[in-house]
């Protein structure tokens, strides 16, 4: 069975966001990186978790990776775009506001994201024509899938949030057809 781009991308943040639950309250090393910004130990090992979920699903498709950089064949039409723990200040500070982030560029369109909180157990994910929620407690069947309403698939491509940083960026571009947005 073939999964979709969309279940990749949401299967990666969910596989991501349960790392960083996992490390959260723990003493965290942190790497330096340029302009006073830094990573953790928990960055790392997010990454390389949603990087094993793309690259057994994926293996062809290039990887842009906020702490390992560009992987995969330079000329690839399709390139992952991964921000492993944005809100990394906030998650070292032991402050419960972080997500795990992963997107599908295909060619010059953003065609899947997810966007996965570790701590309300909750991924939000488009596959570019629908926007989802999964939430780990609830009881709504299928598998915990909700759809939701019109609007909000073209939100979780193109809305940047209020002081986002780098990680807003995954999610910036719209793909076409993106604002056609049904309700169900």
Same mark, same amino acid.
């Given at each position: ?6 279940? @990749? ?6 596989? $991501?966001?349960? @790392?960083v639950?996992?490390?959260? &309250? ?6 330096e ?10 960055? /790392?090992? *997010?990454?390389r978790a949603? #990087? ?8 062809g498709?290039? !990887? ?7 992987? &995969? ?10 921000? =492993?723990? +944005?809100?990394? /200040?906030?998650?070292?500070a032991r402050?419960? /506001?972080a997500?795990?982030?992963?997107? /599908?560029?295909? $060619?010059?369109? !953003?065609?899947?994201?997810? *966007?996965?909180?570790p ?19 609830a009881?709504? =069947? ?6 939701l $309403?019109?609007? %909000? +698939?073209?939100? #979780? #491509? ?7 940083? %780098?990680?807003? &960026? #995954?999610? *910036?571009?719209?793909?076409? &057809?993106?604002?056609?947005v049904? %309700?169900?």
């Amino acid at each position: 069975m073939t999964i979709s781009d969309a279940e @990749v991308a949401r299967t990666a943040a969910r596989a $991501g966001a349960d @790392v960083v639950r996992a490390g959260f &309250g723990t003493p965290q090393a942190r790497m330096e990186k340029t302009g006073g910004d830094f990573a953790t130990a928990a960055d /790392l090992e *997010s990454e390389r978790a949603v #990087l094993d979920v793309i690259r057994a699903a994926r293996p062809g498709d290039a !990887v842009i990776g906020e702490e390992s950089g560009r992987t &995969g064949a330079a000329g690839a039409e399709r390139v992952w775009l991964v921000d =492993p723990l +944005c809100g990394t /200040l906030n998650y070292a500070a032991r402050t419960m /506001l972080a997500a795990v982030n992963v997107a /599908l560029r295909v $060619g010059r369109d !953003v065609t899947v994201a997810a *966007s996965a909180d570790p701590f309300a157990g909750e991924v939000f994910w488009t596959d570019g024509a629908h926007a989802f929620v999964w939430r780990a407690h609830a009881a709504e =069947p299928p598998g915990n899938r909700r759809q939701l $309403g019109a609007g %909000a +698939c073209a939100g #979780l #491509l193109s809305r940047r949030p209020a002081g986002a940083g %780098a990680c807003a &960026g #995954l999610l *910036s571009r719209r793909p076409a &057809g993106a604002g056609r947005v049904r %309700a169900s």
